[in-house]
């Protein structure tokens, strides 16, 4: 079936610099993907969303970039922070009937180096 | 503000034996609610969904089954646990845009 899968599953960075963690979907009918941040222990947390109309959106120290052509998504976080160390996950929402279930990527464990 | 709880937080149950995992939502009405599981080191699977009371849709065949006795209360089940039951379930909630916004979650162990 369809599904979301992450480029690398582990990403290593100094704190203060940018850090950019990367998903490939494959299931084009998608038009709605969320990025959640998850800590040890905790439940998943929303950080960013962007719907299949946009190339781009931006929070706080968040961007999620969106490329429909080649199905790729990448969350950036710049000067990333020790608080930052977490998994990282993309999921997608199929749209229509699909009662916003939501299909999650892997995940990649960032972690921020002091 | 709208908040989800589940408990109890972490469980220890020896095989064979029932469970019974309560979600509640607050501060919404007639949300989607849903039942994740999640292996250790891995991504969510979805278990279960629910659009309203009385309502479950099952995503994948297994040991466990979910209620929806009440609009803002989600309750997984198992008559009989098995060792593959271990795991975090977690309980998440959509009211109106697409973004599901989980609970804390539940660990499981299964002994």
């Known amino acids: 079936g369809e599904s979301v899968g992450l480029h690398l599953p582990t990403l290593s960075v100094q704190e203060g610099d940018n850090s950019i963690i990367n998903c490939a979907y494959s299931?084009?009918?998608?038009?709605?993907f969320i990025w959640y941040k998850q800590e040890s222990g905790k439940g998943p947390q929303f950080i960013i969303d962007?719907?299949?109309?946009?190339d781009k959106r931006q929070g706080q120290r968040v961007t999620v970039l969106l490329n429909k052509t080649v199905k790729h998504l990448s969350l950036q976080i710049a000067a990333t922070q020790p608080g930052d160390s977490a998994v990282y996950f993309c999921?997608?929402?199929?749209?229509?009937?699909?009662?916003?279930?939501?299909?999650f990527g892997q995940g990649t464990i960032l972690t921020v180096h002091p | 503000s709208q908040t989800i709880h589940q408990w109890p937080a972490t469980l220890v149950q020896p095989v064979g034996s029932p469970l019974s995992l309560e979600c509640t939502v607050e501060?919404?009405?007639?949300?989607?609610l849903y039942w994740y599981r999640q292996a250790a080191g891995r991504g969510l699977q979805l278990l279960f969904y629910?659009?309203?009371?009385?309502?479950i849709s099952s995503e994948v065949p297994q040991n466990l089954s979910a209620s929806r006795p009440q609009d803002r209360q989600f309750i997984l089940s198992s008559k009989k646990l098995l060792l593959s039951d271990s795991g975090f379930y977690l309980c998440?909630?959509?009211?109106?845009?697409?973004?599901?916004?989980f609970g804390p979650g539940t660990r499981l162990l299964v002994l």
């Open positions: 999921a997608e929402n199929a749209g229509g009937t699909s009662y916003g279930k939501l299909t």
């Open positions: 998440a909630w959509i009211l109106q845009k697409e973004t599901q916004y």
């Open positions: 299931n084009s009918a998608s038009d709605y």
């Open positions: 962007i719907r299949s109309n946009m």
């Open positions: 629910s659009v309203g009371i009385g309502q």
């Open positions: 501060g919404t009405s007639n949300p989607n």
